[in-house]
């Protein structure tokens, strides 16, 4: 991606503001970014995470909490060591789902 060097100005009314910036943080993008695209009619990709998705990571974070709790314990002696490696993959799979999940993006239609 090159480097955007020009600045424009551009005069709105305030319903026409309110209305681009509803729509730029509806699609969870800055309001340049909409305006550049729906200026140039590209496709616009939101940053925004789907809700589904963070409920999935938060649930994912709390098991990885308590399978960190697992691990301190098995390295203390107070569980089984062989229980510690299970744990410590399945904690690393949790983290990697996670991972994945706070980093997708889904595609928005342009308007």
């Given at each position: 991606m090159s480097?955007?060097?020009?600045?424009?100005?551009?005069?709105?009314?305030?319903?026409?503001?309110?209305?681009?910036?509803?729509?730029?943080?509806?699609?969870?993008?800055?309001?340049?970014?909409?305006?550049?695209?729906?200026?140039?009619?590209?496709?616009?990709?939101?940053?925004?995470?789907?809700?589904?998705?963070?409920?999935?990571?938060r649930a994912l974070n709390q098991i990885g909490n308590n399978l960190n709790q697992l691990v301190r314990l098995a390295h203390s002696g107070r569980v089984a060591s062989d229980l510690a490696k299970s744990v410590a993959e399945v904690l690393a799979v949790c983290r990697a789902i996670e991972r994945d999940l706070l980093s997708s993006r889904r595609e928005e239609p342009s308007s």
């Open positions: 480097l955007r060097e020009h600045g424009i100005s551009l005069y709105l009314t305030n319903e026409e503001l309110r209305l681009a910036q509803e729509r730029a943080r509806a699609r969870g993008v800055p309001l340049a970014v909409y305006l550049r695209a729906m200026a140039l009619q590209e496709p616009l990709r939101s940053t925004a995470i789907p809700t589904i998705h963070l409920k999935t990571a």
